[in-house]
Each structure stands twice: as structure tokens, then as C-alpha cells.
């Protein structure tokens, strides 16, 4: 941001948005209100954030809801008409009309950058997977603060260079998977180090997904039978290949379906595994696994797997015993804890310890000691809560941190880890094969022909800065 302009000593200092900054950094959480109580009207504009939304669909509308206590002066989406459409019938809560009337909209960030570079705080990205990295690294080489869907990008290689990026630039961080936000996940630690279920040594988590209306079928070739399908009018298809190679514009990659496809996605569990392994990686502080490996129904070479079983090996640490994970998508499903017990459809993960077993529900909703009969006996003398809560989701926790407060719990210091975990359950999908990992090295030892998929693992096409 620009510097204010020098005042005479004589006269009065009028408050600036840089001044306000500094003072919010240095008050820290004496500026950090429940959400209920910041409300935009109760703010100056010199006090809120100016925020560039990268992807205004989908989960962009949830960054819209989620920081509407603050400013928004970019919107940027590869298909405007449909984006503002959107906008005018949305469903969700977010800054009424009137305060998105004045926010400039723009179809390539690359522009939005160059015009408005010194507009912007803080940049929200929820575009297609294999977009995150190029823009992400553009906001933070002009030093904003970055909010990112998951996963945070799509290959490991990729995740350490925005790691070291966002580190050497000082910015804030998170990515988007919500339940690092939610009570859920910090019960499940607290009675993990309570010892509510003895020490845990097997982790069971599963998914509902890939399944309609985010994923097309595994066997879909997205190049066989090519049909002249017009590219519709309002979107620029060359902006949303971005990075990715050039193909021709089919309707069956947008705008949900390219989660299943290798060149934008990272499949059902890149798609949620961030969301379902969050409370493992986070209770059990797992770091960086041994060894992974996957069991897949039919691979296809552009698509991933309709159903996957991937299995992760973590080594002893920090006193803890080795730890196998194991993940399930499609129709393969975890094995029953009990008889009579009922899998949640969405998704979860199951602890396995050796005084009990306990159940978090997806995106860390929920916790609960099984049997329901010990939760109901333990309801009165459960560990007390030591973590910090977050007041108001994991938006407000950024703006917060922005603004000086606590480290965001999704910042990409732990991001990082846990996207690790997951992108090397997409390389043993991808690789079929057994891989063992070198954490230092950032490499499969046993097989080195696989080192491909631990990243750069695309060809990224020439003229988006990476």
C-alpha cells in the first residue's frame, strides 16, 4: 500500500487505512470481536480489508458470505455473466448489492493485478485446482494476504514453493478446508491427548464421493468423439485452461466436473481428503508419512479412479507408536467398528486406540466416544477444552489474523503438511504402485520412475509466471 502523505507536526493526523493497519497489528486480539458484533455497518472504510475474489461461482460465494464484514474491490472470473447471474440469484448470505456495486470485475487476474496492485490486502482464491498455485503465487509475490481452497495446489513440488513463497513474503495465510475451524476437530485432540482411547494406532476415513454433481464418470474420455460444442459466449475458455494444456472447450469439464480429470483436479480424495484426514493429521500430529500406497478400480489415463483404498504408514514420534491410516472413496467403504454402527454417507474418520475408538464426522463436525453408551457415561467428565475456539468460521479467522490476531489453524505452515499427506495418496493413485517417501527429499526412493507425480508433473503452459 501506499505510504500516507507527510503531515505537518502542527496539524491533526487523520487516521489512514496503513495507520489502522499497524495499530490493529499491534493491539492484536483486543481488535478481535465475535462475529456477531462486526458488522460492515459498524466499520469505517478505512477499517476493513480490501479483498480481490479470484472465482466468483461455487465456493466463491462462500468467501463472499464468509468476509462480508469486509471490502470487496476485484472480482475476477473466467465467465462474468454467469458470476454476476450468480450473484443476483444466490441463496447464500453475503455483502448486500450495494457493497459489491463498486468492486471491479475482471476475467484474467494477470489484469486485475496490474490495474490494481496497490488496491488490494488480500486475495481469496476458489477456482479449479490446477489454478490455485499460479495465482496464489501471483498475489503473494506482490505481497497480499492468500485465502485458498483446497487443496492448496496440486502437486507437492507445488505446495513447497508456495510454502516458501508465502513464508519469505510475511503474508497471512489459509486454505479452505472449514472443519480446522470447527469444534470437532479440537475435541478430537484434546482426547487424544487425554488419552480418552489410549494410544491410537489405526485411523479409518472415507468419502461419499466421486459422485454427481462433482464428478463425471471414470471412464469418460474427455477427448474421444470430440462434438463441435460452442464455447459458450460469456466464458473464456482459454483463461480457464490456464495453466493446463490446450483442449478443446467440452461441457462436461465445467463447471463442476473437472475434479475427476488429471489436468485440473486432484480427484475425490484431493477433493476431500484435506477435509476428512484434517482431524488425524491434526490430533495425532502424524507429519510426514513413510510410505503410501493404493488399491484402485479401473484407472483410466485422464481420469481418476470411480473407487480407491489408499493406505498410509506414519513412524513412531514424539513418544506415540507408527501409525497406519487407511482412505476409502466410491464404493469401497471402512469395515464397521461395531456391529449395528451406521457410517455417516458424507464422510468421516474412525480412531482406533487401545482403551476405545472414537468417531469424528466429516469436515470435523462432530466428536464421539463409541460405543454411544461410553459417550453418554463420559458426558460428565470429558477433558475441559484447552484449545482456542474460533468465533465465526475460518473467513473472520483470517481477517482477524490480518489484522494482528492468533495464526490462522489452517495457515500454510500445518496446510502444507496435511496437503502433503493427501497429494501423496493422489501420487499412489496415479502411480499404482507402492511408494516410499523421502520427506528431506521430497522424492519416492523405491521408485524414482514415479518422481513425476511427487511434482513438477505438469507441463504448464507458457505466460502464467510459473
Excluded at 496435511?418 to 501423496?424: D, F, G, K, P, R
Aim: charged share 20%.
Amino acid at each position: 500500500m501506499n505510504s500516507p502523505a507527510s503531515q505537518p507536526t502542527s496539524s491533526p493526523v487523520r487516521p489512514t487505512r496503513r495507520r489502522f493497519l499497524v495499530r490493529s497489528a499491534a493491539l492484536g486480539s483486543i481488535l478481535i470481536l465475535p462475529h456477531g458484533l462486526r458488522g460492515q455497518g459498524r466499520r469505517s472504510p478505512n477499517e476493513r480489508l480490501r479483498i480481490a475474489q479470484v472465482g466468483v461461482g461455487g465456493r466463491g460465494g462462500a468467501s463472499l458470505s464468509g468476509l462480508a464484514d469486509e471490502q470487496f474491490v476485484a472480482l475476477c472470473d473466467v465467465d462474468e455473466k454467469r458470476s454476476r447471474a450468480g450473484l443476483a440469484g444466490g441463496k447464500k448470505s453475503g455483502p448486500p448489492a450495494a457493497q459489491l456495486k463498486d468492486a471491479k470485475w475482471f476475467k484474467d487476474f494477470r489484469v486485475m493485478f496490474e490495474q490494481m496492485e496497490d488496491q488490494i490486502d488480500a486475495v481469496a482464491i476458489a477456482t479449479p485446482d490446477h489454478m490455485h498455485f499460479p495465482i496464489a503465487m501471483a498475489a503473494i509475490a506482490r505481497k497480499k494476504h492468500v485465502y485458498v481452497e483446497k487443496p492448496m495446489c496440486r502437486c507437492l513440488s507445488e505446495v513447497r514453493r508456495l510454502h516458501a513463497a508465502a513464508t519469505a513474503a510475511g503474508v497471512v495465510t489459509q486454505m479452505g478446508n472449514q472443519g480446522r475451524a470447527a469444534e470437532g476437530i479440537r475435541l478430537a485432540r484434546e482426547w487424544v491427548q487425554a488419552g480418552l482411547i489410549g494410544e491410537v494406532h489405526t485411523v479409518h476415513t472415507w468419502t461419499d464421493r466421486p459422485r454427481l454433481p462433482w464428478f463425471y464418470p471414470a471412464d469418460f474420455d474427455p477427448d474421444a468423439n470430440p462434438q463441435e460444442t460452442p464455447v459458450p459466449a460469456t466464458l473464456d475458455w482459454d483463461l480457464w485452461l490456464g495453466v493446463a494444456p490446450p483442449r478443446p472447450y467440452r461441457p462436461e469439464l465445467v463447471p463442476s466436473f473437472w475434479r475427476g480429470f488429471t489436468d485440473y483436479g486432484t480427484g475425490s480424495l484431493g477433493d476431500m481428503g484435506c477435509h476428512q484426514l484434517d482431524a488425524p493429521f491434526y490430533a495425532l500430529d502424524l507429519g510426514s508419512p513413510t510410505s503410501v500406497e493404493s488399491a484402485t478400480t479401473q484407472r483410466h489415463p485422464k481420469t481418476f479412479p470411480a473407487s480407491t483404498a489408499v493406505t498410509w504408514k506414519f513412524p513412531a514420534r514424539g513418544g506415540r507408536g507408527p501409525v497406519e491410516m487407511k482412505w476409502f472413496d466410491g464404493t469401497m467403504k471402512p469395515p464397521l467398528p461395531a456391529p449395528g454402527f451406521k457410517l455417516s454417507e458424507s464422510g468421516g474418520s474412525l480412531f482406533y486406540g487401545t482403551k476405545g475408538t472414537m468417531s469424528v464426522t466429516s469436515h470435523s463436525g462432530s466428536c464421539r466416544l463409541l460405543p454411544e453408551e461410553r459417550m453418554q457415561a463420559m458426558a460428565g467428565s470429558l477433558p475441559l477444552k484447552t484449545i482456542p475456539r474460533v468465533n465465526g468460521g475460518p473467513f473472520p479467522e483470517w481477517a482477524a489474523a490480518i489484522r494482528g490476531g492468533p495464526k490462522c489453524g489452517s495457515n500454510f505452515d500445518y496446510a502444507a503438511g496435511l496437503t502433503e499427506v493427501v497429494l501423496l495418496g493422489v501420487a499412489a493413485q496415479r502411480a499404482q504402485a507402492r511408494l516410499d517417501w523421502d520427506p528431506v527429499a521430497g522424492r519416492f526412493p523405491n521408485r524414482p520412475d514415479c518422481d513425476v507425480f511427487a511434482g513438477p508433473g505438469y507441463a504448464y503452459r507458457p505466460g502464467w509466471g510459473v
